[in-house]
């Protein structure tokens, strides 16, 4: 292969690559400024981060199923089971409460922080003497956990949850006694 073929090879990869990552990039705008909902982006980041900090993806499970794979809040899309249920299913009070404290974690940067600094700065929060952060702790902890045990990929695979347990026999003798 000729040396000038090659450059054009290359050179055609380059800009396709670029392209890629632009084309990326301008969708990654458009959702920042299209999005629509009772949570910012922004927001409904830090909610995934929180649910990814309380369950990560990949923790050793106590399997009942042999063949499961290791999951995790993220992957069974508890994040956007607690985006619903905050949204449709809890008062203005706690609504407010929990905007007020994303607010505070946004500006302290949690997103950003590793796995280890975001755990410490959920505990912080745990342990607080004012009452609206244990309070948003304790929400979202116990929502997080909620939301991921009762998804069907835990139920079945982790929990060995059947629908329908056993079988129906509909004629069957009844010894009389």
């Excluded at 290359?10 to 084309?23: D, F, N, T």
């Excluded at 950003?112 to 304790?138: G, P």
């Excluded at 929400?139 to 629908?163: A, D, H, I, P, W």
Aim: glycine share 8%.
């Amino acid at each position: 292969m000729d040396r000038r073929k090659s450059l054009k090879i290359i050179g055609g990869s380059v800009v396709g690559i670029a392209g890629l990552v632009l084309a990326d990039r301008k969708w990654q705008i458009i959702d920042h400024l299209t999005h629509s909902g009772f949570f910012s982006l922004e927001e409904e980041q830090l909610i995934a981060s929180i649910a990814d900090t309380f369950i990560p993806a990949g923790l050793p499970p106590r399997l009942l199923n042999s063949d499961a794979q290791p999951i995790g809040a993220l992957s069974t899309g508890t994040d956007q089971f607690l985006i619903k249920l905050f949204e449709k299913c809890y008062e203005k009070e706690e609504q407010d409460l929990i905007k007020g404290q994303l607010k505070a974690l946004k500006k302290a940067g949690f997103v950003d922080l590793t796995q280890m600094e975001r755990e410490q700065a959920l505990l912080r929060l745990k342990n607080s003497e004012i009452e609206s952060e244990s309070k948003f702790y304790e929400l979202m902890r116990s929502n997080t956990v909620m939301g991921f045990t009762t998804v069907k990929e835990v139920m079945v695979n982790y929990r060995g949850y059947q629908v329908a347990p056993g079988f129906y026999r509909g004629c069957v003798d009844v010894p009389q006694s």
